[in-house]
C-alpha cells in the first residue's frame, strides 16, 4: 500500500496545498453533517477546501474557530433539528468569547438552502449560511465574515463548484477509511410530491467521466478499496464520456471497475425508473459492483404512488425486482417506505406491506410523512392523522425488521468476501462488511483491514454478524 501512496505525493497541487497550509496559521474546524451520504461527501470536501487555508479538523465543537452545520431537510424534524442545535452552539460561541476566542457558525446543506437568510432570523449567533451548490465559496466566504454579517451563498452558480474543489490530501484519504464517497450526479428532475430535494439541490446534473475516474484513482492510491457513486437519482448518470457523448452508470461502472486496486462498487440511490438493461446486464457481468441494491419504492398502492408522482406501479416494481434478481439471483435489496401520504387508507397502506412481502427485504428505511412547505404533498386535503401514521409505522417496521433479521440469519454457515474496514469493538477483532452491507465483526490481524476475505459466518447478532476468517488468512502474519 505504501508503494502505491508515494505516487500521490509527487510535486503537484498537494505540496502547494501543504504549502499554503504551513504559511496560513492553524485555525481549528468542526464540521458536523446530518441527512444522506452526500452531505458526508460534502463535508469531506469542505474540509479539504480549508485545509489548504490552514484550518484542522477537531472534534469538539468547543474547540473551533470555525463550526459548519451541514444540514439536511428532507422531514420536518431533521430541520427543526438543526435550530437546536444551533442554540447549542451559540452557548458555545459565548463561552469562547468570553475568553477571549472568537468563533464563526456557518450553516451549510439544505437547509441553508431552503431557509437561506431566514436563518439569522431565528439564530444570530450565525455568522453565514451556504447551500449545496456554492461551498466551494467557503473559504472566501470565511474571509469575508472577518468584517461582514448575515452572509448568504445559495445561488446555483453556473459554473460547477466541482472545478474548484480540492482533492484530499493521502493522511485524509488514509484517516477516512477504506471506502470512500463519490458524489457523481446530483440534484434532481423528478419532482416526487413529497420532496424537497430538486428544491434544496436543483436540476440533476453529471460530472464528467475522466474527473471521477481521476478522483476514483486518487482515493485509490491513498488506501481505499471500496467507492460508493452517489447522486439523488444516481441511475439517472449520463456524464459526459470525453468523446462527444454520454455516459451510462453502467459504463462509468466499467471504468472506475479498471482501476487497479479496486475491490469494491456500489452506487445509491436509485429510481426505479431509471433502471436501465445495461446496468441490470452490469450486475451480472461486473464482479466489482456489489450485489446490493438501494431501490426505494415508498408505497405498495398504486393509487397512492400516482399522487406520489412516482410514475410507476406497484406491479412494475415487482416486475423489475424479478428482472435483477434473474441477471444477479443474490443480489439483496434494500428501499424507502413512506408511510401516511395523503389520502392513505387502511387498503393502500396494506398494499405496502403486501408489496413488502412479495419482494423480501435485506434492510429497509421507512417514515412517516411529513408535509414540506413549497411541495405540492403540502397542500393535499386529507393528511393523515399523526397517530394513524404512528401505528402503520409500526406495523410497517416489524415486517421489515423481521425480514432483516432473517435475511442475516439465513448467512450464517456460509462463507462471504469480508472487506476489511477498521479494528473491532475488542482487541484482537477487525470489522468489516459483506457484500450485502451487513457488519461483520472477527477475530483477526489488523492488517487485514483494507483486505477483502472469505470468512465463514458463525452467528447472527441483531445488528451485526459475527464470523471466523478462513484458515489460511487469518493466520497471515505481517509478510517478511
Ligand atoms: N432520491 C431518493 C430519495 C431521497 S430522500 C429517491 O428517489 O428515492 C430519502 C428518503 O426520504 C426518500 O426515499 C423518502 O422515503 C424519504 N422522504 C423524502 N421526503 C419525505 C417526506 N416529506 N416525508 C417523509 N419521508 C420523506
Ligand atoms: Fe426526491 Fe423523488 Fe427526486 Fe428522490 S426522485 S430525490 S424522492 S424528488
Ligand atoms: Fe437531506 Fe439534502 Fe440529503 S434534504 S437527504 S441532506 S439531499
Same mark, same amino acid.
Given at each position: 500500500?505504501?508503494?502505491?501512496?508515494?505516487?500521490?505525493?509527487?510535486?503537484?497541487?498537494?505540496?502547494?496545498?501543504?504549502?499554503?497550509?504551513?504559511? !496560513?496559521?492553524?485555525?481549528?474546524?468542526?464540521?458536523?453533517?446530518?441527512?444522506?451520504?452526500?452531505?458526508?461527501?460534502?463535508?469531506?470536501?469542505?474540509?479539504?477546501? %480549508?485545509?489548504?487555508?490552514?484550518?484542522?479538523?477537531?472534534?469538539?465543537?468547543?474547540?473551533?474557530?470555525?463550526?459548519?452545520?451541514?444540514?439536511?431537510?428532507?422531514?420536518?424534524?431533521?430541520?427543526?433539528?438543526?435550530?437546536?442545535?444551533?442554540?447549542?452552539?451559540?452557548?458555545? #460561541?459565548?463561552?469562547?468569547?468570553?475568553?477571549?476566542?472568537?468563533?464563526?457558525?456557518?450553516? !451549510?446543506?439544505?437547509?441553508?438552502?431552503?431557509?437561506?437568510?431566514?436563518?439569522?432570523?431565528?439564530?444570530?449567533?450565525?455568522?453565514?449560511?451556504?447551500?449545496?451548490?456554492?461551498?466551494?465559496?467557503?473559504?472566501?466566504?470565511?474571509?469575508?465574515?472577518?468584517?461582514?454579517?448575515?452572509?448568504?451563498?445559495?445561488?446555483?452558480?453556473?459554473?460547477?463548484?466541482?472545478?474548484?474543489?480540492?482533492?484530499?490530501?493521502?493522511?485524509?484519504?488514509?484517516?477516512?477509511?477504506?471506502?470512500?464517497?463519490?458524489?457523481?450526479?446530483?440534484?434532481?428532475?423528478?419532482?416526487?410530491?413529497?420532496?424537497? @430535494?430538486?428544491?434544496?439541490?436543483?436540476?440533476?446534473?453529471?460530472?464528467?467521466?475522466?474527473?471521477?475516474?481521476?478522483?476514483?484513482?486518487? %482515493?485509490?492510491?491513498?488506501?481505499?478499496?471500496?467507492?460508493?457513486? %452517489?447522486?439523488?437519482? @444516481?441511475?439517472?448518470?449520463?456524464?459526459?464520456?470525453?468523446?462527444?457523448?454520454?455516459?451510462? %452508470?453502467?459504463?462509468?461502472?466499467?471504468?472506475?471497475?479498471?482501476?487497479?486496486?479496486?475491490?469494491?462498487?456500489?452506487?445509491?440511490?436509485?429510481?426505479?425508473?431509471?433502471?436501465?438493461?445495461?446496468?441490470?446486464?452490469?450486475?451480472?457481468?461486473?464482479?466489482?459492483?456489489?450485489?446490493?441494491?438501494?431501490?426505494?419504492?415508498?408505497?405498495?398502492?398504486?393509487?397512492?404512488?400516482?399522487?406520489?408522482?412516482? #410514475?410507476?406501479?406497484?406491479?412494475?416494481?415487482?416486475?423489475?425486482?424479478?428482472?435483477?434478481?434473474?441477471?444477479?439471483?443474490?443480489?439483496?435489496?434494500?428501499?424507502?417506505?413512506?408511510?401516511?401520504?395523503?389520502?392513505?387508507?387502511? !387498503?393502500?397502506?396494506?398494499?405496502?406491506?403486501?408489496?413488502?412481502?412479495?419482494?423480501?427485504?435485506?434492510?429497509?428505511?421507512?417514515? #412517516?410523512?411529513?408535509?414540506?412547505?413549497?411541495?405540492?404533498?403540502?397542500?393535499?386535503?386529507?393528511? @393523515?392523522?399523526?397517530?394513524?401514521?404512528?401505528?402503520?409505522?409500526?406495523?410497517?417496521?416489524?415486517?421489515?425488521?423481521?425480514?432483516?433479521?432473517?435475511?442475516?440469519?439465513?448467512?450464517?454457515?456460509?462463507?462471504?468476501?469480508?472487506?476489511?474496514?477498521?479494528?473491532?469493538?475488542?482487541?484482537?477483532?477487525?470489522?468489516?462488511?459483506?457484500?450485502?452491507?451487513?457488519?461483520?465483526?472477527?477475530?483477526?490481524?489488523?492488517?487485514?483491514?483494507?483486505?477483502?476475505?472469505?470468512?465463514?459466518?458463525?452467528?447472527?447478532?441483531?445488528?451485526?454478524?459475527?464470523?471466523?476468517?478462513?484458515?489460511?488468512?487469518?493466520?497471515?502474519? @505481517?509478510?517478511?
Amino acid at each position: 500500500m505504501s508503494g502505491l501512496n508515494d505516487l500521490h505525493e509527487g510535486p503537484g497541487v498537494l505540496t502547494e496545498a501543504a504549502h499554503r497550509a504551513e504559511s !496560513a496559521p492553524r485555525r481549528r474546524l468542526f464540521i458536523q453533517s446530518f441527512g444522506c451520504q452526500m452531505n458526508v461527501y460534502d463535508a469531506q470536501r469542505m474540509a479539504d477546501l %480549508l485545509a489548504p487555508e490552514g484550518y484542522a479538523e477537531t472534534s469538539q465543537a468547543e474547540d473551533a474557530d470555525v463550526i459548519v452545520l451541514n444540514t439536511c431537510h428532507i422531514r420536518e424534524r431533521a430541520a427543526e433539528k438543526i435550530f437546536s442545535e444551533l442554540g447549542k452552539l451559540r452557548a458555545v #460561541k459565548s463561552e469562547r468569547a468570553a475568553s477571549g476566542r472568537d468563533t464563526k457558525i456557518v450553516v !451549510a446543506g439544505c437547509v441553508a438552502q431552503a431557509e437561506g437568510g431566514e436563518i439569522f432570523r431565528r439564530q444570530k449567533a450565525v455568522d453565514a449560511v451556504v447551500g449545496p451548490q456554492s461551498y466551494h465559496r467557503l473559504p472566501e466566504l470565511l474571509r469575508r465574515a472577518e468584517t461582514e454579517r448575515g452572509l448568504v451563498e445559495t445561488e446555483f452558480p453556473a459554473q460547477d463548484k466541482f472545478d474548484f474543489l480540492v482533492p484530499p490530501t493521502p493522511e485524509q484519504v488514509r484517516k477516512r477509511g477504506v471506502s470512500a464517497f463519490v458524489t457523481v450526479q446530483e440534484g434532481c428532475d423528478k419532482f416526487c410530491s413529497f420532496c424537497v @430535494v430538486p428544491y434544496t439541490r436543483g436540476a440533476e446534473s453529471s460530472r464528467p467521466v475522466a474527473e471521477i475516474v481521476a478522483e476514483v484513482k486518487t %482515493l485509490v492510491s491513498a488506501g481505499v478499496r471500496e467507492v460508493t457513486l %452517489l447522486g439523488q437519482n @444516481v441511475n439517472a448518470y449520463h456524464g459526459a464520456n470525453g468523446a462527444g457523448g454520454a455516459a451510462s %452508470l453502467a459504463e462509468l461502472c466499467a471504468r472506475i471497475a479498471a482501476t487497479p486496486g479496486l475491490a469494491r462498487i456500489r452506487y445509491t440511490t436509485s429510481h426505479p425508473n431509471d433502471m436501465s438493461a445495461d446496468l441490470i446486464a452490469a450486475h451480472r457481468d461486473e464482479a466489482a459492483l456489489m450485489p446490493f441494491l438501494h431501490l426505494p419504492v415508498q408505497a405498495g398502492s398504486d393509487r397512492i404512488l400516482a399522487a406520489m408522482n412516482r #410514475k410507476h406501479k406497484s406491479a412494475d416494481y415487482v416486475a423489475l425486482v424479478a428482472e435483477i434478481r434473474a441477471a444477479r439471483p443474490d443480489i439483496a435489496l434494500s428501499s424507502d417506505f413512506i408511510v401516511g401520504f395523503p389520502g392513505e387508507t387502511e !387498503a393502500d397502506f396494506e398494499a405496502t406491506l403486501d408489496l413488502v412481502e412479495r419482494v423480501g427485504f435485506a434492510s429497509a428505511f421507512s417514515f #412517516k410523512y411529513s408535509p414540506r412547505l413549497g411541495t405540492p404533498g403540502s397542500d393535499l386535503e386529507n393528511q @393523515v392523522e399523526e397517530s394513524v401514521k404512528s401505528t402503520r409505522l409500526s406495523r410497517l417496521q416489524a415486517l421489515l425488521e423481521a425480514q432483516r433479521q432473517a435475511f442475516n440469519h439465513a448467512l450464517v454457515g456460509s462463507v462471504v468476501e469480508v472487506l476489511f474496514e477498521k479494528p473491532g469493538r475488542h482487541p484482537g477483532q477487525i470489522a468489516g462488511k459483506t457484500p450485502y452491507m451487513q457488519a461483520v465483526h472477527a477475530e483477526g490481524s489488523a492488517d487485514l483491514i483494507g483486505e477483502t476475505c472469505p470468512v465463514e459466518i458463525v452467528a447472527a447478532g441483531s445488528n451485526s454478524l459475527f464470523g471466523r476468517v478462513a484458515p489460511s488468512r487469518a493466520a497471515r502474519e @505481517v509478510p517478511i
